[in-house]
């Protein structure tokens, strides 16, 4: 069977810190640096036919290769690591870079444009202050490979003439510009992402807080209500005893409604509190959706009771708990109503269901006022509501969608304004027991 999920992740997970994100970037970006390093000397020495010996090049490839091993193996066991960890990893960088240019023609080497690449580094990622640092030691190093350097040696006269050099600034010029276009924006996409997780967890611990307040305040009502609800148990049964020896049919049907009606009130402070805080909607079962429905409607006042309307074309099962499933479609077909009652549409509700082999899909549709796009997107958001002050916390869809959430599946709106809205659960369907595993 294979299970549905909740939503389709739109950002990769991002746990790293700041500092992290940054090595995890420079490290894939000095693996590139080690393989061109290499590229460029074989081009020089066989190609070109530069004289010059190649062990000292070959020693600096050897350290940047180690160091990154060594980097990229420590990065694992650091999860939060010092910015100075990555800022010393690009003065390293220019520290190597400057020998290989000392052993390569100091400042006439057109890949002195790779000291660019690590200065636009830190000035993206490190801060203001490890950029100056970075460009200090950057002004230190070129004029150093400047004024001292160990020239190339072509061995043919004719090697270092014509448009060598410019064809070597060419490369190095877009190699440069590639790597900042690439690798910076990538980081900088990486930090974004970060902020965006980060602020996502804000925005939950937020809700969080406010759900249990209103937690909190629901225990107290339920504890304050108690006592009062109580006696008016007692009462009522007492005027049905008193109407019934009486032989007031009218006045002990009134008693049992109001002592029926006590009783309903106490299952809902009973609920309550779970229900605010999305508790007590996570245990384990099955629910037969017509019946689940069928409850829901008889729960409905009188006026409402009539226009739901449920016609399900075959029996439908969903592997989430019966209290949980009837609390979702109440809360759906209660809030089609006031968005249709509030609008002066007076027209029916339906719920429906289908069962395919990844889901058990019920509906909640009406035909009243619908939702603007922009309000849909945000309607199952925690304290979002478009109703008058005083009309609903705008708590109702979010519910709706922890219910869903919790069983495995998800939550979805369709909504067009004037058209009316269709609100659709994807449950978990039961596993059928004669299936393969």
Same mark, same amino acid.
């Given at each position: 069977?294979?299970?549905?999920?909740?939503?389709?992740?739109?950002?990769? %997970?991002?746990?790293?810190?700041?500092?992290?994100?940054?090595?995890?970037?420079?490290?894939?970006?000095? &693996?590139?640096?080690?393989?061109?390093?290499?590229?460029?000397?074989?081009?020089?020495?066989?190609?070109?036919?530069?004289?010059?010996? &190649?062990?000292?090049?070959? @020693?600096? @490839?050897?350290?940047?290769?180690?160091?990154?091993? *060594?980097?990229?193996?420590?990065?694992?066991?650091?999860?939060?690591?010092?910015?100075?960890?990555?800022?010393?990893?690009?003065?390293?960088?220019?520290?190597?870079?400057?020998?290989?240019?000392?052993?390569?023609?100091? =400042?006439?080497?057109?890949?002195?444009?790779?000291?660019?690449?690590?200065?636009?580094?830190?000035?993206?990622? *490190?801060?203001?202050?490890?950029? &100056?640092?970075? @460009?200090?030691?950057?002004?230190?190093?070129?004029?150093?490979?400047?004024?001292?350097?160990?020239?190339?040696?072509?061995?043919?006269?004719?090697?270092?003439?014509?448009?060598?050099?410019?064809?070597?600034?060419?490369?190095?010029?877009?190699?440069?510009?590639?790597?900042?276009?690439?690798?910076?924006?990538?980081?900088?996409?990486?930090?974004?992402?970060? /902020?965006?997780?980060?602020?996502?967890?804000? /925005?939950?611990?937020?809700?969080?807080?406010?759900?249990?307040?209103?937690?909190?305040?629901? =225990?107290?009502?339920?504890?304050?209500?108690?006592?009062?609800?109580?006696?008016?148990?007692?009462?009522?049964?007492?005027?049905?005893?008193?109407?019934?020896?009486?032989?007031?049919?009218? *006045?002990?049907?009134?008693?049992?409604?109001?002592?029926?009606?006590?009783?309903?009130?106490?299952?809902?402070?009973?609920?309550?509190?779970?229900?605010?805080?999305?508790?007590?909607?996570?245990?384990?079962?099955?629910?037969?959706?017509?019946?689940?429905?069928?409850?829901?409607?008889?729960?409905?006042?009188?006026?409402?009771?009539?226009?739901?309307?449920?016609?399900?074309?075959?029996?439908?099962?969903?592997?989430?708990?019966?209290?949980?499933?009837?609390?979702?479609? /109440?809360?759906?077909?209660?809030?089609?109503?006031?968005?249709?009652?509030?609008?002066?549409?007076?027209?029916?509700?339906?719920?429906?269901?289908?069962?395919? %082999?990844?889901?058990?899909?019920?509906?909640?549709?009406?035909?009243?006022?619908?939702?603007?796009?922009?309000?849909?997107?945000?309607?199952? /958001?925690?304290?979002?509501?478009?109703?008058?002050?005083?009309?609903?916390?705008?708590?109702?869809?979010?519910? @709706?969608?922890?219910?869903?959430?919790?069983?495995?599946?998800?939550?979805?709106?369709?909504?067009?304004?004037?058209?009316?809205?269709?609100?659709?659960?994807?449950?978990?369907?039961?596993?059928? %027991?004669?299936? %393969?595993?």
């Amino acid at each position: 069977m294979t299970p549905i999920q909740p939503y389709p992740a739109t950002l990769e %997970p991002q746990s790293f810190t700041e500092p992290a994100i940054v090595l995890h970037w420079l490290v894939r970006l000095r &693996w590139l640096a080690a393989l061109g390093q290499l590229l460029a000397i074989g081009l020089a020495i066989w190609l070109l036919g530069l004289g010059y010996g &190649w062990t000292p090049l070959a @020693v600096v @490839v050897a350290v940047t290769l180690v160091s990154n091993v *060594l980097l990229a193996a420590a990065l694992p066991r650091l999860p939060d690591p010092p910015r100075s960890l990555a800022a010393g990893v690009v003065l390293a960088d220019v520290l190597l870079l400057t020998t290989l240019l000392f052993f390569t023609g100091g =400042a006439a080497n057109p890949f002195t444009l790779l000291y660019v690449l690590h200065v636009a580094l830190a000035a993206s990622v *490190l801060g203001s202050r490890w950029t &100056w640092i970075v @460009v200090g030691l950057v002004g230190v190093c070129f004029g150093f490979v400047a004024l001292v350097h160990r020239p190339l040696e072509p061995t043919s006269t004719d090697v270092l003439e014509g448009d060598i050099l410019l064809y070597g600034q060419a490369m190095a010029l877009l190699l440069v510009v590639l790597l900042v276009g690439y690798f910076v924006s990538r980081v900088v996409a990486s930090l974004r992402q970060r /902020e965006a997780e980060l602020a996502r967890v804000r /925005e939950e611990a937020q809700v969080g807080e406010r759900l249990a307040a209103i937690t909190t305040l629901a =225990a107290g009502a339920a504890h304050e209500l108690g006592t009062p609800l109580a006696t008016i148990a007692v009462t009522s049964r007492e005027m049905e005893l008193a109407a019934e020896k009486l032989g007031d049919d009218a *006045l002990a049907e009134d008693a049992t409604l109001v002592r029926q009606q006590v009783e309903r009130c106490r299952q809902i402070l009973e609920h309550l509190r779970g229900d605010v805080a999305g508790r007590g909607t996570d245990e384990p079962g099955e629910s037969d959706v017509q019946a689940c429905a069928e409850a829901v409607r008889d729960r409905l006042r009188p006026g409402r009771r009539e226009k739901v309307i449920i016609d399900f074309r075959s029996p439908v099962h969903a592997a989430v708990a019966p209290r949980a499933l009837e609390q979702a479609l /109440e809360l759906l077909v209660n809030n089609a109503f006031q968005a249709g009652e509030a609008a002066g549409i007076d027209g029916p509700v339906e719920i429906d269901a289908i069962q395919d %082999p990844f889901a058990a899909r019920v509906s909640v549709i009406d035909i009243g006022p619908g939702m603007a796009p922009e309000v849909a997107a945000r309607a199952a /958001e925690p304290f979002f509501t478009t109703k008058d002050p005083g009309g609903g916390m705008g708590l109702g869809l979010f519910l @709706v969608r922890l219910i869903a959430e919790k069983a495995g599946g998800s939550f979805k709106l369709n909504s067009e304004v004037g058209k009316g809205t269709i609100a659709t659960l994807a449950l978990p369907p039961i596993p059928d %027991p004669n299936e %393969p595993k």
